[in-house]
């Protein structure tokens, strides 16, 4: 394969037609803007014979194909090529490559030999076509099209008869398997050298097969000089070819895996909460002290056909998040059980709820495509599978550009900014299918329709659990993106919350201790009301809830979201979202948010992104309970803003570090309490 890389590298667009311009003297002189000054004066001292000229005319199909513009990194592309897996970037496949909304811990920078080898799928087609053309065999005669075979070569162009005659008279061109030319990319000196050998070769055969008066000493004397002059070259093509060979063997004795890339994420945090250091209404709480720790994720994306992914997540954190705050009348419990989520940021998002560093397998799943709706030839439909650890934004484009970052250290601080929180209602194992419709997909999002369900508690075989009896929820959502610009999403999730389990927990559940008595879990996103209106419905448990079946919710939630890039340097979003919660034996409840975002990419330097963000999380707006212990005299619905704003600098590839503030100014819905100032500056480090 690396000898035919070498023979891959005997060609040229515009070096060929400098080179062997032997049967125009015009268009050769034209072409010496595509070469290199020394190059091009080299190729107009060519002069052959009519006797020559004559002859080569019978000249046979020579393997000559051209290749891009060579660079100082010619042997690490070549070599990242022979990785099989493609570059997984984006949390979904991108024509089942996983696409722009793949969680971005798979799109990671390499930094190392091995990296770099999994992220150049480029490459990898590169040497799928040179296996193509080494298969070739034109037909004999082929000549005879001359430059028309090739499909983006038009008689209008200005080298076009030089192309014409060159193919005609000597059949020195080939091109590439798809039948392009590529001739509008520069020449260097290297392929200069590398197209003239090549011909140069074919004619010293027909020298070989021909009479004595087949070509004139002048002829000799004039190829002579010319392979004399690039010598220097065509030794250093030759060297490097040599040193590809070497380094190709020591990678794939020494590679990680065929089939698997590894990639990583550590997050470093200092957060502190600026506002009433004793936290809200004088309640102590994990909210008034400075915190610093950590976060960190590494990925195994394995691919087994190049076209599917297996993604096995380990993560670990130690951050809790600023859970504090008293409801606005008394319902028992204590402040870390019944305070907001509002002050959630996305790396308080770990496995272990004992918040030290324990390692756990925190998402499992499995793309893999199938033949659905295919526009302009691509396809991007693909089949979702989750064994643990799924939510809908692996699946579902989210329409919020910049300030989404899959719960990463790269785009919003806060899990409220970074996605609509209708994403949150449901988590776990189960499956989901997306329809791809468009092929447009690079920042804004793909257009699809995806369907999908997935379990809170698919592990656990109990009664009223499982895959199907037990916490589940239910998406449909249809997506449009018009031409990168503006992109619509119309979404709508079914849930079924058990007793305990909070609406906007993320597959979040409720549980039982040996003991029989009830461990509550805690939300995402949102005041402790919006994700628990059953504790609001009947403050004393009444009714008795608890049992297992008993005290469920059920909600019905409806969204919207959309985006919209005016120019490269600035994106708007939005979302808005109402669930409809139906208390089981209690009565209903209605929970409204909305938000709104400006991102500015490449603010300050290339990478980098300044972004506000402000709106409502999910609040309880409103209640209808038949408890007898609920009183609209006591129950308040006070509505708080959320406002952040954020500046992520990119300070390489690998790193970034980011400073925010996140303002709540009325927490859990309680005029009575405290605003909440955070303050953070979180280091991303990405590998």
Known sequence: MLKLLWRYQLIGHAALGAALAVSSAAVAAEGNAALQPEAAQKAAEIELSDATKA????????????????????EAKAIEASQPIENAAPKLPVAVALSNEVRPETNATATSSVEQIAQNANNAEILREINLYSNENPAAGQSLQGASKFRDVRPTDWAFQALDDLIKRYDCLVGYPDGTFRGNRPLSRYEFAAGLNACLNQIERLIA??????????????????MQEFEAELATLGTRVDNLEARTAFLEDHQFSTTTKLSGEVIFALTNNFGNDRGLNNTLSSIGEA?????VRLTFNTSFTGKD??????????????????????TGGNPDTTGTYEGTQTFNLQPSENFDNNVKVDWLAYYFPFAGINTLGVNNSYVYVAATGGIWSDI???????FEDYDGGNGALSTFASENPIYRVGGGAGA????????LESVIGPSTVTLGYLAGEANNPGQSRGLFNGDYAALAQANFNLFDYFAVGLTYVHGYHGYGSPIYGAGSTGTFNDSSQFVSNSGVVGSYMANNPLFQADPGNALGGGGLGIGATVTNSYGAEVAFRPFSGISVSGFVTKTDATLINLGDADIWSWGGGVAFPDFGKQGSVLGFFGGIQPTLRGINSTSP??????FRMDTGWHVEGFYKYQVTDNISITPGVIWLTRPNQNNNSEPIVIGTLRTTFKF
């Not at 212990?629 to 006591?634: A, G, I, K």
């Open 209 to 226: 097969e021909a009479t004595t008066d087949f070509v004139t000493k002048e002829d000799l004397e004039t190829l002579r000089r010319l």
């Open 309 to 330: 992914r297996l993604v096995t997540r380990l993560a670990a954190g130690n951050l809790r998040s600023f859970t504090g705050g008293s409801l606005p009348f008394p």
């Open 291 to 295: 915190a610093f720790g950590d976060r």
């Open 396 to 402: 579902a484009p989210t329409t919020n550009p910049y």
């Open 629 to 634: 212990l609920f009183s609209r005299d006591t």
């Open 55 to 74: 002859n080569l005319k019978e000249v046979k199909a020579a393997e000559v194909v051209p290749v891009a513009q060579q660079d100082t990194t010619t």
């Open 432 to 439: 989901a299918i997306s329809f791809g419709f468009s092929p």
